[in-house]
């Protein structure tokens, strides 16, 4: 009696196309490649990852204008007269004061 042994695949290396559900397994990829499908020709992926470097580089973008997005007004309105600045931090403080706790805590 025979009993063969079906071993899996390292699940990075399995694909499925997105347009034809064909499963196929990917080799590794280069920077300058890119996966097709080898059915349908659909794009698969591409081998572009974006580098820690870049990542870094991003997230201190977004820490150094974070403060100037939250505070800065998003709206101004004028209302008989008077003008209303309306910012992020202004809009979630009204959230939390009117009874929506959560719903401030989630913005």
């Not at 590794?28 to 820690?52: E, F, Q, V």
């Amino acid at each position: 009696m025979n009993i063969t042994r079906i071993t899996a695949l390292p699940e990075q290396h399995i694909k499925r196309c997105h347009e034809c559900d064909y499963v196929f397994q990917l080799p590794g990829l280069d920077k300058n490649h890119t996966a097709y499908c080898p059915r349908c020709c659909a794009k698969i992926c591409s081998g572009r990852d974006w580098s820690m470097t870049r990542l870094t580089a991003l997230s201190i973008a977004i820490l150094l204008l974070m403060p100037f997005a939250l505070n800065e007004p998003l709206i101004q309105i004028r209302l008989l007269g008077t003008t209303i600045y309306a910012s992020l931090i202004e809009g979630i403080w009204q959230m939390a004061i009117q009874g929506d706790p959560v719903t401030a805590s989630m913005v």
